[in-house]
T-cell receptor, first 110, second 117 residues
């Protein structure tokens, strides 16, 4: 059973466009993390959101945690080729175990 | 500060063999988790060790096992390899001192690409 559903699975956009990817679950998480993974590398942590309704900004990336702490979104403004990669969300439970979504594979075309 | 180191980076094994993968966490990190990543299933949790004790375990058969040493280094072993075990195996370490939200923030190694033929 996949507890975290990410959409879309694939996204190909032109440089300069905006995009939003989603991470949804029926479970409540104590926190939610976003990672980016490039080919041949391990995932790299981008941000952790903890409070329902929380919004965090990291340069052109905006992360939001749903009020009920079950879902999250990542919005990228003016995408650049360097943003290309697999974006993964991961929900954390008090048991310290992380559950990952399958990811959104983003390609930004110059 | 050195990152998470996984060895080897690549492995080719034959069905029925066994394999041991190694992970050295970031200095000071006591929690080590292992994941299997495949194109179809994504990142799936194998197990997590904290202070030499397995604290969490995913839904994998008993052929998958692990351990953690007193210096927090960890190994995972897969016995009687099957073709379906071909995957990228990722190790992640966490600081896990406060037990709060930051406790689960994972720092990943580059992974070991295992191919079973």
């Amino acid at each position: 059973t996949q507890l975290l559903e990410q959409s879309p699975q694939f996204l190909s956009i032109q440089e300069g466009e905006n995009l939003t990817v989603y991470c949804n679950s029926s479970s409540v998480f104590s926190s939610l993390q976003w990672y980016r993974q490039e080919p041949g590398e391990g995932p790299v942590l981008l941000v952790t959101v903890v409070t329902g309704g929380e919004v965090k900004k990291l340069k052109r990336l905006t992360f939001q945690f749903g009020d009920a702490r079950k879902d999250s979104s990542l919005h990228i403004t003016a995408a650049q080729p360097g943003d290309t990669g697999l974006y993964l969300c991961a929900g954390a439970k008090p048991s310290y175990q992380l559950t990952f979504g399958k990811g959104t594979k983003l390609s930004v075309i110059p | 500060k050195a990152g998470v180191t996984q060895t080897p980076r690549y492995l080719i094994k034959t069905r029925g063999q066994q394999v041991t993968l190694s992970c050295s966490p970031i200095s000071g990190h006591r929690s080590v988790s292992w994941y299997q990543q495949t194109p179809g299933q994504g990142l799936q949790f194998l197990f997590e060790y904290f202070s030499e004790t397995q604290r969490n375990k995913g839904n994998f058969p008993g052929r998958f096992s692990g351990r953690q040493f007193s210096n927090s280094r960890s190994e995972m072993n897969v016995s009687t390899l099957e073709l379906g075990d071909s995957a990228l195996y990722l190790c992640a370490s966490s600081f896990d001192r406060t037990g709060g939200a930051m406790a689960t923030e994972a720092f990943f190694g580059q992974g070991t690409r295992l191919t079973v033929v």
